[in-house]
């Protein structure tokens, strides 16, 4: 069963709606903005325990496999379990399992490797295609945890289906005994494949420019995610370096634990960018100390 707070069934498609309006920062970790959304799929998710749940309490919920820093859908994930403790009796509220990938995470070799990544939602189906069964095909996961129990999962966006239907092909390959999948966001199919770039658009309506990135960074909590340490690091050293001089200490010192928990910019592509975080936290003479 797939259940979605917004469906998309036409291109072009209007970005009025709230649900576009707290989606950007979502994506960026903003504790507030995830919880936003989790308060709306709760009553999905209820929902859907409530059919079952006379027979077979076994719930689990899940979300996109983890590799380094969490992603948007990750933090709605874990926000949504904890409505659904306060919500349900003692045992019945679902467990959350990650769903953790096994594989080794190379630094970006080149500015070619990081802008497939980076701008992974600007490409078109293709390439999208490309980029994940790449990534899907060289990791491994552990599903031992989802056997024999009912499984949510939880996602931010469907666009063309690729992810969907690899993450189903795991879960039931692991042995779940239903599937509910819930979406901040569904595209309908043919409008996804044929528009995916719509994903970017959706990404990009908010927080776009320089100075509306450092004040989310300076004025927001937030729990950084791959895309928010993406955006940052896109940016040149004399950019990054300003950003980071408009933060407190803590968020700088939040900012460097996630690059480096990242795992993908210990290369020499990235060499003078690590330097300026190295800087904004511990100033000249420990970075120089550390070259």
Known sequence: ????????????????????????????????????????????????????AAKDRGWVLTSPPLRGLPCGANLVCRALCGRLAEALPDGQAPRLVSMDARGTRRPFSSQADFEA??????????KRRQIYLACHDSVTYDLADFEGHHAIFVNDINVTGTQLATITKLLQSAGVKSLDVLLIVNVDRKIGCA???????????????????TAFLSDCEFDPTGKLIGRLMSHDPR??????????????????RAV???????????????????RAVFGDARTMMRA
């Open 195 to 213: 528009f995916p770039q719509l994903e970017h658009e959706i990404n990009t309506s908010r927080i776009t420019d320089l100075p509306e990135f």
């Open 117 to 126: 990544y980076d701008a992974y939602s600007k490409h078109d189906l293709n």
């Open 1 to 52: 069963m797939l259940s979605a707070l917004h469906t998309i069934r036409t291109y072009p498609f209007g970005l009025g709606s709230r649900i576009f309006a707290h989606y950007p920062a979502m994506k960026f970790g903003h504790f507030a903005s995830a919880n936003y959304f989790a308060e709306l799929l709760a009553p999905m998710a209820l929902q859907a325990i409530a059919d079952v």
């Open 239 to 256: 950019e990054l370096a300003a950003i980071l001089e408009a933060l407190r200490p803590p968020k700088r010192q939040l900012l460097r």
């Open 260 to 278: 480096l928990r990242e795992g993908r910019y210990s290369g020499p592509l990235f060499k003078e960018k690590i330097e300026a975080v190295e």
